[in-house]
């Protein structure tokens, strides 16, 4: 699986952003979706996730309530829409693909390049 990462930005503390990512490669349908990021001297941390179907949705307690990801499988594509941003929001955005959520999380599967995310207070 390809996976194309975009929509980063410089934005304000309490501003929003979507981020996007393009799949190909693999039937988009068959994986678990979701992102991850990765501050300056920081590990690589899970923000959230979403099933194939749509229906199963895990975030982060740090991003819960404001941050929400959507999946279109006609178009390939998952999305992560980002409110109330905070300046520790600020990292380098992964979107990621597994076979399911747990195995994301364990970091397996497919990653994209990241894009950058930078909330400024």
């Known amino acids: 699986v390809q996976l194309q990462a975009s929509g980063g930005g410089l934005v304000q503390a309490g501003g929003s952003l979507r981020l996007a990512c393009a799949a190909s490669g693999q039937t988009f349908r068959d994986y678990a979706m979701g992102w991850f990021r990765q501050a300056p001297g920081m590990e690589r941390e899970f923000v959230a996730a979403i099933s194939w179907s749509g229906n199963i949705v895990n975030y982060a307690d740090s991003v819960k309530g404001r941050f929400t990801i959507s999946r279109d499988n006609a178009k390939n594509t998952v999305s992560l829409r980002m409110s109330s941003l905070k300046p520790e929001d600020t990292a380098v955005y992964y979107c990621?693909?597994?076979?399911?959520?747990?195995?994301?999380?364990?970091?397996?599967?497919?990653w994209g390049q990241g894009t950058q995310v930078t909330v400024s207070s």
């Open positions: 990621a693909a597994a076979p399911t959520i747990a195995a994301m999380q364990r970091l397996l599967g497919y």
